[in-house]
């Protein structure tokens, strides 16, 4: 072997071996191994739910709510979930971020169809309310071109929004019975509500 | 006896340097066993290395005024008791102060040892015996100490080095003749004890932080993560015959030594998956690259300058004040690295447990089983799979589920990985500062 080879051989060979190794793990993402970025919650998300009727809809509009409530407080969908699961307060800005996050939910998805008529939810609703058997049985007696005359799912659902006490709502998350007794409760204010408006119109 | 004499003596050495970091893989489970802090369990690493560091070159002066067999088996005898006392060790204090001992006598048993070989083997093969045990004891020490702490436990990883040192003790004493002491006319070789001292910090990164990476970045079984760091004393005895293929000058040997580390390093900084496999090739390059320096750094530090033993005990100085830089470089830099890395994993949790195809009352269901995993990790990646068994679901819903638990951990390895790039960078560039060493040294020959 002559002196050149020497020399050069050996340090040449490492210079192949580490180039190629780094080169395949580049190559095959080695630079990008990294958790996955939370997107932009200000751009539009493609919200779904296995769940059907008011769970289903409850999640999508949580979904999109949280999008919409991150995008205006600027930060991630990610780190206002994690926030607002922890226990605490919330600040008004984050009470005020997401009502307004969930009413644009309400409207996107009416805009786009996604939103159930009222005759839809009915019998679920009306499962889990507190009326008497004799008015139960009459409401699902009407047509439900009758009960989407009078119940817009928008409506109600932007007047539920409104009645919720979302700071204390939010501060009692671990328990689900209240969670579901306070929903329940803005719900059936913002039917008769709406119900009211609707006759006071009529007459 | 006398065939056997010359084994024992460099299984000894191998021992002594394997202890440098065969706890490594077992840290988790003393970490356990003892209710210890990761702080205070990193010191059962750090106080032999220091010690033995520190200790190395005033074991070798006090060599020149002692019967240098009875100093050499006291060095024995006293590392093996420390070991057997480490084993037994009740609380993490008494296992630091093990530790310090057994570390203690395996600086008198190195420089010991040392001369026992020379009066053996002769100059030359027992300087080459002392070294290779060494090369074979470091890159073999963190493999050893995994398989003993999945097999056994942490404790045996010091019970087995009792009886080896033990024979070693009338081994020593059996030794009849040890060559004269020459005068101490030659000064320490700086330049290579502090290549030495950069490469050893380098090395640390990949031993130490790899098997780190691996157990608890990954969740891989001590044995495993044993079995995968095999690949670098493989490699490491692999770079003796590349080397006598080519037949190097020393310096370019060193030079493309600390590249490979260096190039190996970086490879373990950006793996493309937790898929074992893609660590093979990095942990090659980086044996590849202790097999050709760590030997020749030795040898170039000890040729012909005497008293041998003093300088042999300033490159075991070197390797382990910078096994110790090592570790008090790195160390800060990944648990800070893996305390930031949980912001990142719990926002990637959290997005795929809100876009996983679960109904949504398990959703919530598996955002409160995660929650008591995720918070009060104190810089440790967390287990999920003790939270998904307590999750239940309809068994419609059991595929979705284990596919979400899969892609949760997927991201806590990845959140792992990103959390140990950094420190595998930083040991690159110490074996890049090592590779600099070398380079006045360059100039003054050609001139």
């Given amino acids: 072997m002559n002196a050149t080879a020497r020399w050069a051989g050996l340090p040449v060979l490492a210079l192949v071996l580490v180039a190629l190794v780094v080169g395949v793990q580049l190559g095959n993402g080695g630079g990008s191994y990294e958790p996955l970025k939370?997107?932009?919650?200000?751009?539009?998300?493609?919200?779904?739910?296995?769940?059907?009727?008011?769970?289903g809809l409850t999640e999508?509009?949580?979904?999109?709510?949280?999008?919409?409530?991150a995008c205006t407080l600027q930060v991630s969908r990610e780190e206002l979930t994690l926030e607002l699961a922890r226990p605490g307060e919330r600040n008004d800005a984050q009470v005020d971020a997401l009502r307004d996050g969930l009413k644009t939910a309400v409207t996107r998805m009416k805009d786009d169809g996604t939103l159930p008529p009222a005759s839809a939810l009915v019998d679920e609703a009306l499962e889990s309310s507190d009326l008497n058997g004799f008015l139960k049985t009459a409401i699902r007696a009407l047509p439900d071109g009758v009960?989407?005359?009078?119940?817009?799912?928008d409506d109600v659902l932007t007047r539920a929004i409104d009645k919720l006490d979302l700071r204390d709502l939010l501060e009692n998350l671990t328990s689900q019975a209240d969670l579901e007794q306070q929903i329940g409760a803005a719900v059936e204010e913002a039917v008769k509500d709406s119900l009211r408006d609707r006759l006071r119109n009529l007459i | 006896m006398r065939l056997v004499t010359a084994p024992l003596l460099a299984v000894t050495v191998g021992l002594v340097l394997a202890d440098s970091a065969i706890v490594t893989l077992a840290l988790p489970e003393i970490l356990h066993h003892l209710d210890a802090s990761v702080g205070q369990v990193a010191w059962v690493l750090i106080a032999y290395?220091?010690?033995?560091?520190?200790?190395?070159?005033?074991?070798?002066?006090?060599?020149?005024?002692?019967?240098?067999?009875?100093?050499?088996?006291?060095?024995?005898?006293?590392?093996a008791g420390a070991s057997a006392w480490c084993a037994f060790a009740d609380s993490i204090e008494v296992l630091i102060v093990a530790r310090c001992v057994q570390a203690v006598g395996g600086a008198l048993a190195l420089v010991g040892c040392l001369e026992q070989l020379v009066a053996e083997r002769g100059e030359r093969?027992?300087?080459?015996?002392?070294?290779?045990?060494?090369?074979?004891?470091?890159?073999?020490?963190?493999?050893?100490?995994?398989?003993?702490?999945?097999?056994?436990?942490?404790?045996?990883?010091?019970?087995?080095?009792?009886p080896f040192a033990a024979l070693a003790v009338p081994a020593a004493l059996a030794v009849r003749a040890v060559p004269q002491q020459g005068p101490d006319r030659h000064r320490p070789a700086i330049r290579a004890n502090l290549t030495l001292a950069l490469l050893s910090a380098a090395l640390t990164a990949a031993l130490f932080l790899l098997v780190l990476l691996l157990v608890e970045g990954w969740g891989r079984s001590p044995a495993t993560a044993a079995l995968t760091v095999s690949v670098v004393p493989v490699a490491a005895i692999a770079a003796r015959p590349l080397a006598r293929l080519f037949r190097p000058p020393p310096e370019?040997?060193?030079?493309?030594?600390?590249?490979?580390?260096?190039?190996?390093?970086?490879?373990?900084?950006?793996?493309?998956?937790?898929n074992l496999l893609w660590s093979v090739a990095p942990q090659a390059l980086v044996g590849l690259g202790l097999g050709l320096t760590v030997d020749q750094l030795t040898s170039r530090a000890m040729d012909l300058r005497l008293p041998r033993s003093e300088h042999a005990a300033w490159t075991i100085g070197a390797r382990h004040v910078g096994v110790v830089l090592g570790l008090a470089v790195l160390t800060p830099v990944f648990?800070?690295?893996?305390?930031?890395?949980?912001e990142p994993a719990q926002?990637?949790?959290?997005?795929?447990?809100?876009?996983?195809?679960?109904?949504?009352?398990?959703?919530?269901?598996?955002?409160?089983?995660l929650g008591g995993a995720l918070v009060d990790q104190q810089g440790q990646v967390p287990e999920l799979a003790p939270a998904f068994d307590r999750i239940d679901v309809a068994a419609g819903e059991q595929p979705a589920l284990d596919q979400l638990e899969r892609d949760l951990d997927d991201q806590l390895e990845r959140a792992a990985t990103r959390a140990f790039r950094d420190s595998f960078l930083i040991g690159a560039g110490l074996a890049l500062a090592a590779l600099l060493t070398l380079v006045p040294l360059g100039r003054r020959r050609s001139s």
Wanted: negative net charge.
């Fill in chain 2, 347 to 369: 926002e990637a949790i959290t997005s795929l447990v809100l876009d996983s195809p679960l109904m949504p009352q398990d959703k919530v269901s598996v955002a409160e089983a």
């Fill in chain 1, 38 to 55: 939370p997107a932009d919650p200000c751009a539009e998300r493609e919200v779904t739910s296995r769940a059907e009727g008011i769970e």
């Fill in chain 2, 125 to 162: 093969r027992g300087v080459g015996w002392w070294v290779t045990a060494g090369v074979i004891g470091t890159a073999v020490g963190p493999v050893a100490g995994g398989l003993l702490t999945q097999a056994i436990s942490w404790q045996a990883i010091f019970v087995v080095q009792v």
């Fill in chain 2, 252 to 274: 370019v040997e060193i030079a493309v030594g600390c590249f490979l580390v260096a190039g190996g390093l970086v490879g373990l900084a950006i793996p493309p998956s937790s």
């Fill in chain 1, 147 to 153: 009960i989407d005359a009078a119940l817009k799912t």
């Fill in chain 1, 60 to 69: 999508q509009l949580v979904l999109i709510g949280i999008d919409e409530a």
């Fill in chain 2, 335 to 342: 648990t800070a690295d893996l305390q930031d890395a949980q």
């Fill in chain 2, 49 to 79: 290395n220091l010690v033995l560091g520190l200790g190395a070159v005033p074991a070798a002066l006090a060599f020149r005024r002692a019967d240098p067999r009875i100093f050499t088996a006291v060095g024995i005898a006293m590392f």
